[in-house]
C-alpha cells in the first residue's frame, strides 16, 4: 500500500477529503478514474434558486433598506 503524506499534517482526513490512494490511479482504469474537480465526498446536493427568486429577494431587501435610510433621515 502507498503511503499517504498530507500536504497539511495538522489537518486528519475526513468524510469531506479528497485523499486518493495511488494504487487506484495507476492500477485503475485511465479511463474511468475521476479526477474532476468535484468532489465526490461533498455531502449534500446544493438546490439552486431560480433567477426570478433571486431578483425579487434582492427587491425586497432594497425596499427594506430603503425604509431604513427613510427612518434614520427623519431622525436627523
Do not use: C, Y
Request: no cysteine; glycine share 4%; net charge negative.
Amino acid at each position: 500500500m502507498t503511503e499517504f503524506v498530507a500536504l497539511q499534517s495538522t489537518f486528519a482526513d475526513s468524510a469531506k477529503s479528497w485523499s486518493v490512494d495511488v494504487a487506484d490511479v495507476t492500477n485503475g482504469d485511465a479511463t474511468t478514474f475521476d479526477l474532476s474537480v468535484k468532489n465526490p465526498n461533498g455531502g449534500e446536493a446544493v438546490t439552486h434558486r431560480s433567477p426570478q427568486d433571486i431578483m425579487d429577494e434582492i427587491a425586497a431587501l432594497d425596499a427594506q433598506a430603503a425604509e431604513v435610510l427613510k427612518t434614520i433621515r427623519e431622525l436627523l
